[in-house]
């Protein structure tokens, strides 16, 4: 049970890292970035090629994993920031379908579909097997708290109030004479760079990376948590993560508890409660339960 | 293995027959983006019920293509009106992104829906086999040409539609200027619903095409979406005619590029053109610039 406690607890942190950076991009800046699942595949996977593959510290994975996505996402930054709301969604989209895409083919890199087993757990040198988990636990929740006090830091910063002012009015901000696209490529960076850094986690957690694991639902499922928690709000990225687990993991719960159920069944109805809860955060609370209502 | 003229002309069919599978889906796509101002991602699961429609009706009929095409456009009708009733049209009156996330929320009960009842085994259409056409050294699949007169005539319909009854002028009215069209006296209501309907048979035309090409399963149809989306990108959102357009010009550069990058990286093409167009003409190769993007 402690073991069953600690995995959701690391997995949800997981989630808290990914929707503090979804929540730079879209809920201080107002970027739709529908391919956010793409930069957390970039930073899984240079974990596991650099520690598995090459055989290096895990460390150069993490700095890989942080660096190569904020490089990737200013190319995208360039396209598709002239461009209306809904075309960034669309290119995002597209990336983060062409990352997993250049997974599957790439085998010598990634071994293809198949993906890449054995990435080390962190510690487990220094914590002894049995508390590697508890240590990463412990890790994780000084890495959200190190990202969470850099977003304050920036959002109450001349630049975050900028940032939140292109999410605001943008036309405004180009009659003042500032160039809204810089800005915004910037954050997009940065926001990637924190879903690297996630994956990192996640890959050297979970021991192995597959092109599976990185769907464009799990972008959808990051929007669902930062959209319970509160758009715009730090606070609601670890209400919503952990609110978002137990939808999650409250169906496997069920599926023990309700005999006779398939799994396939429960994974589709997996998929409609994650569906309804999104359409009916929308449509009746659509600033989550700790955001502020804003017109 | 050096590849002869034919093989590329060949391709290029096979490309056609694709692009106008693809044709369907990106015109929904455009449609709902034109009246309803969002890209609705709901557009796959349309497609993936016209499928499941249309099997059931082909298989209730002894393997009527005629039913069949009945079934699927009253499934995949039915379907978007319910989606624009119950899931859209409470929020119309929101920013776009409000829908855009609605409609995707809406693909995933759409999906989990099929899942449960029709299960996840991989179904096909019962169809005859048939030799292929051969004109000289060219094949043409009689499914794909089948599917691409589907797609043709499903098209001239919705075109002539769009064009000469005063619905398609009611909703052409709405695409150019919403507040402007309410002003005059048109029924918005009324006539978004009229374009949903309109939607999803195109939808449910479109999963037909695409059970007979290829399977029915509840995923089926989501992995046209961005496909379509490329395509309705590429022609420039909420251009029809852009959409057909691009999807064909999609399907073929897809097929053509088969012998030089492989299997895998067809599929990224799409993406790669609709970013390449997105640099050169953000607003589409067939749309005219407007004022604000």
């Given at each position: 049970m402690e073991a069953y406690l600690l995995a959701i607890a690391i997995t949800a942190l997981v989630y808290v890292l990914l929707t503090l950076g979804l929540n730079f991009q879209y809920g201080f800046t107002g970027l739709i970035n529908f391919g956010y699942v793409g930069f957390f595949a970039l930073g899984a996977y240079a974990s596991a090629i650099c520690t598995v593959r090459l055989g290096w510290p895990a460390w150069t994975g993490f700095a890989i994993g942080i660096v190569v996505p904020a490089l990737l996402a200013w190319p995208i930054g360039r396209v598709a920031l002239r461009l209306r709301d809904?075309?960034?969604?669309?290119?995002?989209?597209?990336?983060?379908?062409?990352?997993?895409?250049?997974?599957?083919?790439?085998?010598?890199?990634t071994n293809g579909n198949q993906g890449i087993a054995g990435v080390p757990k962190l510690f487990a040198g220094v914590a002894g097997p049995g508390y590697a988990d508890g240590v990463l636990a412990a890790v994780l929740v000084l890495a959200v708290v190190l990202v969470a006090l850099l977003m304050r830091a920036i959002v109450k910063s001349?630049?975050?109030?900028?940032?939140?002012?292109?999410?605001?009015?943008?036309?405004?901000?180009?009659?003042?004479?500032?160039?809204?696209?810089?800005?915004?490529?910037?954050?997009?960076?940065?926001?990637?760079?924190?879903?690297?850094?996630?994956?990192?986690?996640?890959?050297?957690?979970?021991?192995?990376?597959?092109?599976?694991?990185?769907?464009?639902?799990?972008?959808?499922?990051?929007?669902?948590?930062?959209?319970?928690?509160?758009?715009?709000?730090?606070?609601?990225?670890v209400v919503g993560a952990f609110m978002l687990l137990v939808i999650l993991e409250g169906s496997r719960v069920a599926r023990d508890i309700v005999p006779g159920v398939s799994e396939v069944a429960m994974s589709s109805a997996r998929l409609a409660v994650i569906g309804l809860a999104l359409i009916l955060f929308i449509r009746f609370r659509p600033q989550g339960l700790l955001g502020i209502k804003r017109d | 293995m050096d590849l002869l003229w034919f093989d590329y002309a060949?391709?290029?069919?096979?490309?056609?027959?694709?692009?106008?599978?693809?044709?369907?889906?990106a015109l929904a796509v455009t449609l709902v983006f034109g009246v309803a101002r969002f890209p609705n991602a709901a557009v796959g699961d349309f497609v993936s019920l016209g499928c499941f429609g249309a099997l059931a009706a082909h298989r209730a009929t002894g393997g009527s293509i005629a039913a069949s095409l009945a079934g699927g456009a009253a499934a995949g009708a039915l379907g978007s009106w319910l989606g624009w009733k119950l899931a859209f049209q409470p929020l119309m009156r929101r920013h776009g992104l409000a829908l855009l996330l609605t409609s995707i929320g809406l693909g995933f009960v759409l999906r989990a829906f099929m899942g449960l009842s029709f299960g996840h085994e991989i179904q096909l259409f019962d169809v005859p086999l048939m030799k292929a056409l051969r004109f000289g050294p060219l094949l043409v699949n009689p499914i794909d040409a089948m599917v691409a007169c589907f797609s043709l005539v499903c098209m001239g319909i919705v075109f002539g539609l769009l064009r000469f009854t005063s619905a398609g002028r009611t909703m052409r009215a709405i695409a150019c200027d919403m507040d402007l069209a309410r002003v005059v006296g048109i029924d918005s209501r009324a006539a978004m619903g009229r374009m949903w309907v309109l939607s999803g048979v195109i939808c449910g035309v479109a999963g037909l095409a695409l059970g007979l090409k290829t399977q029915v399963s509840p995923e089926a149809g989501a992995d046209l979406?961005?496909?379509?989306?490329?395509?309705?990108?590429?022609?420039?959102?909420?251009?029809?005619?852009?959409?057909?357009?691009?999807?064909?010009c999609l399907g073929v550069m897809q097929e053509l590029s088969t012998p030089f990058v492989?299997?895998?990286?067809?599929?990224?093409?799409?993406?790669?053109?609709?970013?390449?167009?997105?640099l050169w003409r953000p607003q589409g190769l067939f749309n005219r610039v407007q004022g604000v993007r």
């Open positions: 809904d075309y960034l969604a669309i290119v995002t989209l597209g990336f983060s379908e062409i990352v997993r895409l250049v997974i599957v083919s790439e085998k010598d890199l001349p630049y975050g109030r900028l940032i939140q002012a292109i999410r605001d009015d943008e036309t405004a901000l180009l009659a003042l004479g500032k160039d809204p696209a810089r800005f915004k490529t910037q954050v997009l960076m940065l926001g990637a760079a924190i879903a690297g850094f996630a994956g990192s986690f996640y890959a050297h957690y979970i021991g192995f990376v597959t092109p599976e694991q990185f769907v464009p639902i799990v972008t959808f499922q990051v929007w669902m948590a930062m959209i319970m928690g509160g758009v715009g709000r730090l606070r609601g990225a | 060949n391709l290029a069919l096979n490309g056609l027959a694709e692009g106008l599978m693809i044709a369907l889906p979406l961005l496909p379509a989306f490329a395509a309705a990108v590429i022609g420039g959102l909420g251009n029809p005619l852009g959409a057909v357009l691009g999807a064909i492989g299997f895998t990286y067809k599929i990224a093409l799409s993406y790669v053109v609709m970013l390449l167009v997105l």
